[in-house]
């Protein structure tokens, strides 16, 4: 009955066309008639067409010559036999091809009709992209099988299903020459997919295939497609729904189902909830390759393919399903994970609990001297510059000018010296105002300043001369500074990245988001899961970290409440706010990285790099608050400078060209010297018209004094711990003006790193050198965060994605899970960073333990 219809239609229609013809034929068979006007009527002519009905063979090639005059109609019947039970299903392909007497200008067209849908094409085809011209076609027919249907929706159909079918193939040209062409249609084996079985296809840009693949009782609930080639040419991979139409050409694959570019890998997870009857593996392959390479990519060439070794674009891709991990994997992935940091709280507990017995058994008592003791230590540790000190001495700074008159620099008298009496004691609880600035207006204040902070031998006494509560609540500002700025940056992110994984569900652009894709687990809405959790290190130890301090700055109360000169004679001062600070934003870098990799991008990188900035610069902060607690930086100004580096980071992302890059090194290097003059004088140091001509005031008396006394810098370790920084951060520097990378935050974020390094390398050896103690639990957090910075850095270059390079050209890097079956290097890059910098955090927390009970005026300032 098909053929009978399909017959009918073709000879009703040679009937319309012949009549047609006819007519058109006594037309310019008729003279031209002349109209009252003088116009001549218009002559039409066409050509005869002779219909040739053809009744071809699957599985055989059949040559012929076409014209304008002759229309080719072949007909194909057979009978399918889809073996479903060993899910031995086949499909029909047809390939053409035409002789090179065809011409760009008058095609062979081709259209090939089923029962329900038709597709067509021409040859020659002249490419736009490589102005190639091609001559051979390939196309595989989609199929609505009512028979595999049932199969899809659960049916046992394990017998042999047959069914009739007719596929209808005219081949026709405008051309009055003769030309040749060849028509095969064929039976394509292996059509439907099995799992863990790889096939070999070729394809090019005239030549798409796709496969069938469906979900089984058996099978999990994901799958993982997994393309591979040796090639580099672009193609595009996308899994449609199991129904017709397919769209399996370059400019419209991209309008269905889910899809990515490829250029040597590709990889997708798909849920059995998304294709319920089964989907589509297509694979196209693109005219040339600008798609996979970056937009922005200056040298980027329109083609990577070398047609003078290779007649054909063509491609060889490998592609294989497997099954994902199951459910009950998927959990113990999830719940051990978290399971380990409870392990972490309970153990941490433990030792805690000990310690604060061993503590509570045996307790020193502050070892502060007498007030005569007190002024000869605090003189031989400052060694302050009398007045009648040796003549080769100036008394003028090099950068502060005339310098007053220096006596005995120790610690300043209190106003009473009985540790009893607390009536007038800094920490008593009063309602007096937190309003320190009124005595900083007073020229002799400014004065004692000068006196203490620029002595050479400088204790921590002179530095500690501030009332302590008024530091402790300046030091609260950096958490409420933190919170506040957290809050309203984070929450614009979470709805931005959001926003991100509903337009790559809703568009199927899977280029959008740049993932490990052969390790990425879905859930619910978020496409790449595992990435997202495993950021859940950061926040579980920065808690942590959190009520660590709280710990101890409980425990330093109860001992302040005990021996008020702990608080007001002995130690360094000790103030959490910072601390608290630094644990807080590291729960925020877990928050803004899951945030990130939501659908990690060029665009949103700097959400994943903004906190570690905030972690660096607090970790500087608090190591300079240390040994210098009157002059830190405040909240405001620490912020402010924040604010400046994320702008710094989005503009360099965002326009990283010559002239930022001259900018900024310029601003780096100047910036570097700035606070280098801020450090050495400690602050105590005017930048104005008269500085020059201090500074060679002060050389001239120098080299009058001696030879060596120009060359010898005032205050020795902090020369030493300036050059180096400065030499480090001019290589950095000169780095970045030479390479000019594209990732810039990075960039950043190497700059503060390698600045934190050696800030801490310098503290900690500065206090072996002053031959201060190093606790058993400061040095087993210094082992312990070596080792896992270590094993972080190693994970950290093996990566498994690039924003920096196309979509395409970044899933070369992706590779399969490690852990448990469901995390990569990635995901263990933030177990492990998340515990490197917990302990880096410890080490700052419990360093100066040693010092607890030694007078402030024995401490050195370094």
């Not at 309008?255 to 009857?277: C, H, I, N, V």
Request: charge should be negative; hydrophobic fraction near 40%; charged fraction near 20%.
């Amino acid at each position: 009955m098909a053929i009978l219809y399909f017959l009918g239609v073709l000879c009703f229609t040679m009937y319309v066309r012949g009549d047609d013809r006819a007519q058109l034929h006594n037309v310019s068979n008729a003279s031209p008639e002349v109209g009252g006007n003088g116009d001549s009527q218009i002559t039409l002519s066409t050509p005869h067409l002779h219909p040739v009905i053809i009744y071809g063979k699957v599985n055989e090639t059949d040559t012929r010559n076409v014209s304008r005059n002759v229309q080719y109609i072949y007909v194909y019947t057979f009978k399918e036999n889809r073996r479903l039970g060993n899910v031995s299903v086949d499909d029909i392909r047809i390939h053409v091809e035409v002789d090179d007497l065809a011409q760009v200008d008058y095609p062979i067209t081709f259209v090939v009709q089923q029962q329900k849908t038709s597709l067509s094409w021409q040859l020659p085809v002249l490419s736009k992209f490589d102005r190639k011209v091609y001559r051979t076609a390939s196309r595989t027919l989609c199929t609505e099988n009512d028979a595999l249907r049932g199969h899809r929706n659960g049916t046992n159909l394990s017998e042999e299903s047959e069914n009739d079918r007719t596929i209808v193939v005219s081949i026709s040209t405008a051309s009055a020459d003769v030309v040749g062409f060849t028509v095969n249609v064929f039976v394509e084996n292996n059509f439907i997919m099995k799992l863990d079985k790889a096939e070999t296809v070729d394809i090019s840009p005239l030549s798409p295939r796709f496969f069938e693949f469906f979900f089984t009782n058996s099978n999990s609930r994901f799958v993982l497609l997994e393309v591979t080639s040796n090639d580099t040419s672009c193609m595009t991979v996308s899994v449609q729904n199991a129904s017709c139409p397919i769209l399996d050409q370059e400019n419209n694959v991209q309008f269905e189902g889910y899809w990515q570019t490829m250029s040597k890998k590709a990889g997708m997870t798909l849920r059995k909830e998304d294709f319920p009857y089964g989907f589509y593996v297509v694979f196209v392959m693109h005219g040339d390759d600008t798609r996979c390479r970056r937009s922005d990519d200056g040298n980027a060439q329109p083609l990577l393919y070398d047609y003078h070794l290779n007649n054909d674009r063509t491609k060889i891709v490998e592609f294989v399903i497997r099954e994902k991990i199951t459910d009950i994997e998927y959990l113990a992935a999830i719940f051990g994970t978290g399971g380990t940091f409870v392990v972490v709280y309970v153990f941490v507990f433990i030792v805690s609990c000990t310690y604060s017995c061993r503590s509570t058994v045996s307790s020193p008592q502050c070892m502060y001297p007498n007030s005569d003791d007190e002024n000869n230590g605090e003189a031989g540790c400052s060694r302050a510059v009398t007045s009648d000190g040796p003549p080769h001495e100036s008394d003028t700074s090099p950068i502060i000018g005339r310098m007053p008159p220096q006596t005995n620099a120790g610690h300043p008298p209190l106003q009473d010296e009985d540790p009893d009496n607390t009536s007038q004691h800094w920490l008593a609880d009063s309602d007096s105002s937190l309003d320190e600035t009124d005595i900083d207006f007073m020229d002799d204040a400014n004065r004692e300043k000068d006196v203490y902070r620029t002595s050479r031998g400088l204790c921590v006494a002179a530095l500690a001369r501030k009332n302590p509560r008024i530091l402790a609540k300046k030091s609260q500002l950096y958490l409420y500074t933190l919170f506040t700025v957290a809050v309203f940056y984070a929450l614009p992110v979470v709805q931005l990245v959001f926003t991100y994984q509903k337009v790559l569900h809703t568009t199927g652009n899977q280029d959008l988001c740049y993932y490990n894709y052969l390790c990425s687990h879905p859930l619910w809405l978020l496409s790449d899961f595992n990435h997202v959790y495993s950021n859940i290190g950061y926040i579980m130890l920065g808690l942590l970290f959190l009520l660590l301090v709280l710990r101890k700055e409980r425990l330093h109360g109860k001992l302040a409440l005990q021996d008020n000169r702990v608080e007001l004679r002995c130690g360094i001062p000790r103030h959490f706010g910072l601390f608290y600070a630094m644990g807080f934003a590291l729960m925020m870098e877990g928050i803004l990285s899951a945030c990130y990799h939501v659908c990690p991008n060029h665009s949103n990188f700097q959400f994943d790099t903004c906190f570690m900035y905030v972690n660096a610069i607090l970790c500087m902060l608090k190591i300079y608050q240390t040994r210098h607690p009157d002059i830190n930086a405040s909240a405001y100004m620490a912020f402010t400078s924040l604010a400046f580096v994320v702008l710094l980071g989005v503009v360099g992302v965002m326009a990283g060209n010559l002239f930022f890059w001259i900018a900024f090194t310029l601003f780096h290097v100047l910036f570097c010297m700035f606070l280098s003059v801020q450090i050495y004088y400690l602050g105590r140091w005017r930048l104005d018209c008269g500085v020059f001509r201090r500074i060679y005031i002060t050389w001239k008396n120098d080299c009058l004094a001696g030879p060596l006394t120009c060359l010898t810098p005032l205050y020795l370790d902090r020369m030493v711990l300036l050059s180096i920084a400065n030499i480090c951060n001019w290589t950095i520097a000169g780095y970045g003006m030479w390479k000019m990378p594209e990732d810039f935050a990075s960039h950043l974020l190497l700059i503060f790193m390698s600045n934190l390094f050696l800030y801490s390398n310098f503290y900690i050896l500065m206090k072996v050198t002053h031959r201060e103690k190093i606790l058993c639990q400061p040095a087993l957090y210094i082992l312990l965060s070596i080792v896992f910075w270590g094993l972080s850095l190693y994970v950290f270059i093996h990566r498994s994605t690039s924003w920096q390079l196309s979509p395409a050209e970044s899933r070369t890097y992706n590779r399969e899970c490690m852990l448990l079956r469901f995390y990569d290097t990635h995901d263990i890059w933030h177990f492990l960073s998340a515990f490197s910098m917990f302990f880096s955090f410890m080490i700052l927390l419990t360093l100066d333990d040693d010092l607890v009970y030694v007078s402030r005026a024995k401490i050195p300032v370094f």
